[in-house]
């Protein structure tokens, strides 16, 4: 059974008239996930950053905006909002840009979080895993 929306987003994905049976599940696959991240992204993107910037500001002693890698690195790992692996955590750090003293600017980070987990688990970026896999 296909859902009304399922069946409005095949059609404006097809670009014929007919579809192959064989390439058809996949399709389908692909429609039903790009439509559960819209609905899960489109609820819970921007409370993740609002989450992010609570979270960090708890490590925030001084309310100074700022904190350390290794405060961040904690607050990801102990999220439950975000469930990201170890080198997931990572690759978002090596985002962080820290200033001369080691400290980085949390809003703006949580905001980089935002965007580089959104782009994370895209139809694209899960497709090129799939490929590599």
């Not at 399922?6 to 008239?17: G, H, P, S």
């Not at 999220?79 to 949390?106: A, C, E, H, R, W």
């Amino acid at each position: 059974m296909l859902t009304p929306k399922e069946i409005n987003t095949i059609l404006r994905t097809v670009t014929t008239d007919k579809f192959e049976y064989r390439t058809f599940s996949v399709l389908l696959y692909d429609v039903r996930f790009e439509l559960a991240k819209s609905r899960l992204m489109d609820t819970n993107i921007d409370k993740l950053q609002e989450h992010l910037i609570f979270m960090f500001g708890q490590k925030d002693q001084w309310n100074t905006g700022k904190i350390s890698i290794i405060d961040i690195q904690q607050c990801l790992l102990i999220s439950k909002k975000v469930n990201l692996t170890p080198f997931q955590i990572q690759m978002l750090i090596g985002l962080s840009q820290p200033d001369k003293d080691g400290l980085v600017d949390y809003k703006d980070f949580a905001s980089k979080c935002k965007d580089y987990i959104n782009e994370l688990f895209s139809i694209k970026a899960l497709s090129e895993k799939a490929t590599l896999i």
